[in-house]
């Protein structure tokens, strides 16, 4: 079993900062990529931000705003937010692919989720 634990969400106004983290733990061999979702009332999730060994990917309401960045040693990912606007106002996810032992079976974990608002 894998656990997600999440911190750094919470209020701010338009144009202010935050940093997310989360943290994995349990029984963790390879991790593939972590990211970051996000969830307003009577919308689907999307996907904000994810890293992978090589690569980032952003969505397009975020570029040059979000900065994602992972610390392997630590198990770690981290989204920093910049410039924030009113219609970031969601609920933050956190996401792991991960297996739990050599050529295991890469599972999708998430995180309890963090509320981040925005204020105009």
């Known amino acids: 079993q894998v656990q997600l634990v999440e911190s750094g969400g919470g209020l701010v106004q338009a144009g202010g900062s935050l940093r997310l983290s989360c943290a994995a733990s349990?029984?963790?061999?390879?991790?593939?990529?972590m990211g970051w979702y996000r969830q307003t009332p009577g919308k689907q999730r999307e996907l904000v931000a994810s890293i992978t060994t090589g690569t980032t990917y952003y969505a397009d309401s975020v570029k040059g705003r979000f900065t994602i960045s992972r610390d392997n040693a630590k198990n770690t990912v981290h989204l920093i937010m910049n410039n924030l606007k009113p219609e970031d106002t969601a609920v933050y996810y956190c996401n792991v692919d991960c297996s739990s032992s050599p050529g295991g079976t890469v599972y999708d974990y998430w995180g309890q989720g963090t509320q981040v608002t925005v204020s105009p």
């Open positions: 349990g029984i963790i061999f390879s991790i593939n990529a």
